[in-house]
DNA sequence: CAAGAGGTACGATAAGTCTCGTACCAGGAG
DNA sequence: CTCCTGGTACGAGACTTATCGTACCTCTTG
């Protein structure tokens, strides 16, 4: 039901920043730090131009990487950013981030 | 005399991440934020356990991510922090890796 | 001059990443 | 039951990265 993710203090600050690097992932996590409630959101409701396979992937990576927690609902999955875990752990990362590559629209592929 | 680097306002965000995610260009970047100055350092004074052409390797990362100039002196190689500029294009982002990734020694190998 | 330190360039290798297509699975709507 | 939506898993292809060794360069020091 839902996706095993690595314990906040093992999370590695290398991969963070990988999984950061690509502008789509980039893109997810300023606007999910950008909603103001931590709820959970369908994953479908991200604009991503890239194919299924491919969504899985990114959304594999940031999940990985320790930024999001999903949750397999048998139709649709849905996602919810690991804000104050990650804040207490990182302090100030995400909102560098946020603010650095502000959400709005997905790069037009 | 001073190797190229790209203009800073050319500096993809992507590059940057991708910079920052190796543990031993992260500590470098790290050690020179923490540096009050903003002088020249020489390239010799960052403990890299790594062989010469990698240490090349990493420095020309940093440079083409847009993070610091280098300039050759012939014998030694000299780097030095874009700070300020760096600070104007992406503001908060070096001192946000400063203070995730403390400066004091490099991962042992 | 000869030797060493610091560094680049190039080529190789191993590993990782991004992308996709195909096959397949679950739940909801007709 | 049949189709559509949203999703996973697997495998392939193209590309990028980290690492190294070797060859070569430049400057300083003995």
Do not use: Y
Request: charged share 25%.
């Amino acid at each position: 039901m839902a996706f095993p993710v690595p314990p906040i203090d093992e999370v590695d600050l290398g991969q963070v920043f990988r999984a950061l690097a690509d502008p789509l992932r980039r893109a997810v996590v300023a606007e999910l730090v950008a909603d103001d409630a931590d709820a959970e959101r369908a994953c479908a409701s991200f604009a991503m131009p890239v194919a299924k396979s491919t969504k899985t992937h990114h959304w594999r990576a940031l999940r990985e990487a320790g930024l999001i927690v999903q949750r397999d609902a048998g139709n649709g999955t849905f996602v919810r950013l690991r804000r104050a875990e990650f804040e207490r752990r990182f302090p100030g990362l995400l909102g560098t981030v946020a603010r650095l590559s502000p959400a709005g629209r997905v790069p037009h592929g």
